[in-house]
């Protein structure tokens, strides 16, 4: 997902992944207040699945399994916070500009 410049778009963020073996990408447009309804979705999610593994019995299997659960919502969470502070996108930078200088 990268956010992208709201004056450009109507959309703000676009978010590519692999849409199948070919290499294709899907594009989906997603605005700054639908990432933060994610975000507030995926937090009380992560609240309910700690309350309810501080309920469960110690070194258990459903112990383990929420444990791995709200680890991966703390990391998309910390994601989707890192997509919000960074800068948006210039679309009008040419990807034809030189990012080195030319070798000797």
């Known amino acids: 997902m ?3 410049d709201t004056a450009v778009a109507h959309s703000c963020a676009v978010s590519s992944a692999s849409a199948s073996a070919s290499g294709a990408e899907q594009l989906t447009s997603v605005t700054r207040g639908e990432v933060r ?3 507030l979705y995926l ?3 992560r ?3 700690i309350a309810i593994r501080d309920r ?3 070194g258990s299997y459903l112990e383990s ?3 791995r659960t709200i ?3 703390s990391l998309e969470l910390s994601q989707l916070d890192y997509l919000l502070a960074s800068q948006p996108v210039d679309p009008s930078r040419n990807s034809s500009t030189r990012r080195m200088r030319p070798a000797i």
């Open 2 to 4: 990268r956010l992208a």
């Open 37 to 39: 309804t994610m975000m």
């Open 43 to 45: 937090r009380k999610a």
């Open 47 to 49: 609240e309910r699945a």
């Open 56 to 58: 469960s019995p110690g």
């Open 65 to 67: 399994v929420l444990t």
């Open 71 to 73: 680890d991966g919502i």
